[in-house]
């Protein structure tokens, strides 16, 4: 076979995805299910135990545990076959994990742009809750495709028809069911695939740690045989029905492109912990979600194609993921070509020439290394010193990607520092905590480096740079809360103009572009009255 054949087979089974979700609505679990149907874990609680130990962990430690447990598991590889679907059936996915405490930190934000589409977890009960909301944000400015699974409907939850309601309501997506529950609670019967007009029972006797058998019974057998078959109450069982049959009247097909556009949400319900529904969810997620198509570039012309030579981007930058070893990660998506470990790319920021010795794809805590990758492929690059969030590395033809957008900081500290004879260390090291993207340093014009900045959109990334800071630069360090909760980009001029501006400070950062920092809307709004000429960029993507 060619090898041009190869890669585009190869590519399109790739399924590159970040599942989005309020931290308890069960996407430790449900990921821990998608790992079983691979194969990858034979039983359920790996996923979980590292949890637990995060858990169980306190204060620094926690931390580190709680970074830890998102940065080992970045990105999981997982393969699945569907048992009867011929050679068309078979996928490989790659799983972007995104931190499940409530704190957004610009991490989640680059993670999020590493994928080509979400799934979207709900609990049942709680339908969209504000760390979703926030999230689906993200993707949908990044036109993300999103794929919603209703979760834990083996408990009470809302009237599935009002929760599609309120996803219309609250996000603005048009739900199309793919599946529909059968009661809920301890009624819960099973769901109904509405594809193949079957009613997949679910068995409360199965307890999901392994994967099982699907009962499938023809809708009008099931609805011959009542609810009671089914321990269900039979208004309730009915119920259902009669919520398909509104469906068909009212809700719009599936309209794949539609979707693709991030205007419909296929919806999928089941039970990650029971293990039920995710089979449905996985097979109707590949058939729909995307693979990596080629990716827009700074040179004018058409996106570099996927069979180019290798090219892909850095998409987020870690150090130290294991304390043993003291090592820089970068995290690349490949774009186009085959990566090949020992490989030689350029880096396009600099043109310099970079060696991919060190390549590894990341599973669990354990790390195997990469030897190939295509496109959509997440490979993390160990010992990146000199790589930066938003580098292009690739080989052949030049090419350079478009830099990942920033969020507009919102939280902003001083930060000082308390032992005058690790002054160089203090300075490296924010030199290098900005480089990496754990936290944006901002110059006073007056102050400059004696008294910095740090800009960020969540208290935790203020918390990762004083411990690491501490702890591997060995710096004592004081933070101090500002009162600034907004910023926007200015030229240098108008920066000049504005600094003596009440409620408002001006500050550089290591692009040497202007930010004014407001403490609020209303300040905002003053300066834009008194500066009438002058122009307030929005910085990046504003929340
Ligand atoms: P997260 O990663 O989104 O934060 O959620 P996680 O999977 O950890 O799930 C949160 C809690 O919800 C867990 O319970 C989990 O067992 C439970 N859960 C997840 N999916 C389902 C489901 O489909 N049905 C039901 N009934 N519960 C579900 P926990 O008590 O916090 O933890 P554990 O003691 O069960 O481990």
């Known amino acids: 076979m060619p090898a041009d054949d190869r890669l585009a087979r190869e590519v399109a089974q790739r399924r590159t995805f970040a599942i989005i979700s309020h931290p308890d609505a069960g996407k430790t679990t449900l990921t821990e299910k998608l790992l079983l149907f691979s194969g990858a874990v034979h039983e359920a609680g790996a996923v979980k135990s590292r949890k637990q130990a995060k858990q169980a962990t306190s204060d620094w430690m926690k931390l580190e545990q709680e970074r830890g447990i998102s940065i080992s598991s970045t990105v999981l590889h997982f393969a699945y076959a569907a048992p ?94 793919q599946t529909w529950p059968v009661a809920d609670g301890a009624d819960f019967a099973g769901v109904i695939d509405r594809s193949s007009n079957e009613l997949v029972r679910f068995d409360r006797t199965v307890h999901g740690a392994t994967v099982g058998e699907e009962e499938r019974i023809p809708v009008e057998k099931a609805q011959e045989a009542g609810g009671e078959a089914f321990g269900c109450p039979e208004d309730r069982f009915e119920a259902a029905f009669e919520e398909l049959e509104l469906l068909e009247v009212d809700q719009p097909e599936l309209d794949r492109e539609a979707f693709l556009a991030g205007r419909q949400t296929p919806v999928f319900f089941g039970s990650a912990l029971a293990n039920f529904g ?228 001006v500050a550089r950062d290591r692009h040497d572009r202007w930010l004014v920092l407001f403490a609020n809307d209303f300040a905002l709004r003053w300066a834009e009255q008194d500066f009438p000429d002058v122009t307030f960029h929005e910085m990046g993507m504003a929340r």
Not at 392 to 420: M, Q
């Open 84 to 177: 009867d679907r011929g050679p068309e059936g078979g996928w490989r996915f790659n799983l972007l994990d995104t931190p499940g405490h409530a704190d957004f930190s610009e991490d989640t934000y680059r993670t999020l742009c590493a994928a080509d589409a979400a799934v979207m977890v709900l609990d049942m009960a709680k339908g969209l809750e504000p760390q979703t909301l926030k999230l689906f944000r993200v993707c949908a400015d990044r036109g993300l495709p999103i794929v919603t699974f209703v979760n834990k409907c083996d408990r009470p939850g809302m009237a599935p028809l009002e929760l599609l309601d309120e996803i219309t309501s609250e996000i603005g997506l048009e739900p199309v069911a």
């Open 278 to 505: 995710v089979r449905l969810l996985l097979e109707g997620f590949a058939d729909l979600a995307p693979h990596p198509t080629p990716q827009p570039t700074v040179e004018p012309g058409e996106p570099r194609p996927i069979d180019e030579d290798f090219s892909g981007q850095v998409f987020k930058v870690q150090a130290n993921m294991n304390p043993k070893h003291r090592d820089r990660v970068a995290f690349l998506r490949v774009n186009s070509g085959w990566f090949q470990r020992g490989g030689q790319a350029t880096l396009a920021r600099t043109g310099r020439q970079f060696p991919m010795k060190y390549a590894h794809q990341l599973f669990a805590d354990d790390r195997e290394t990469a030897e190939t990758a295509v496109a959509g492929d997440i490979v993390g690059l160990v010992n990146a010193s000199g790589l930066q969030p938003g580098d292009t590395l690739y080989a052949g033809k030049p090419v350079t990607f478009p830099p990942i957008p920033t969020f507009s900081p919102e939280r902003f500290a001083r930060i000082r520092n308390r032992d005058s004879s690790r002054y160089k260390q203090f300075r490296s090291a924010l030199r290098q905590l900005d480089e990496e993207g754990v936290v944006q340093v901002l110059q006073h014009p007056e102050l400059g480096e004696q008294e910095p900045i740090l800009a960020g959109v969540g208290q935790l990334q203020f918390e990762v740079a004083k411990h690491r800071m501490t702890n591997e630069f060995g710096c004592t360090v004081e933070l101090e809360p500002t009162p600034y909760e907004l910023a926007r980009e200015v030229s240098a001029e108008d920066a000049e103009r504005v600094r003596d501006q009440r409620g408002t400070m």
